[in-house]
Nanobody, 125 residues
Framework: VQLQASGGGLVQAGGSLRLSCAAS????????MAWFRQGPGKEREFVAG????????SYADSVKGRFTIARDGAKNTVYLQMNSLKPEDTAVYYC???????????????????WGQGTQVTVSS
């Protein structure tokens, strides 16, 4: 399984970005997918997750109402639409995949076997 994250960049507070995670064949359809992030000097934290069939999505409280996760099984790609960005959203964003993710483990790092290389998001005030 290979995951390639892209779409990061520098944006002003209040702006928007869309991250993409291109996965190897059938990854999106066979795995729970998620985005995590790691800010400067911080632990890697859960941002959003989506089930293997796209039927359920979950969000960290800090991004609810601002971020949206979506998947395209045909393109083997997962997206993270980020609106109303804040300086505290500054981080390296990682996509992750796990074949055994369930509702209770969606926000748990150890539930995800495969990780992409990360893309930097910087939000200026």
């Amino acid at each position: 399984v290979q995951l390639q994250a892209s779409g990061g960049g520098l944006v002003q507070a209040g702006g928007s970005l869309r991250l993409s995670c291109a996965a190897s064949a059938r990854t999106v359809s066979n795995n729970g997918m998620a985005w995590f992030r790691q800010g400067p000097g911080k632990e890697r934290e859960f941002v959003a997750g989506i089930s293997w069939n796209g039927g359920r999505s979950s969000y960290a409280d800090s991004v609810k109402g601002r971020f949206t996760i979506a998947r395209d099984g045909a393109k083997n790609t997962v997206y993270l639409q980020m609106n109303s960005l804040k300086p505290e959203d500054t981080a390296v964003y990682y996509c992750a995949a796990g074949p055994s993710v369930i509702r209770s483990s969606v926000a748990t790092r150890s539930a995800y076997y495969y990780w992409g290389q990360g893309t930097q998001v910087t939000v200026s005030s």
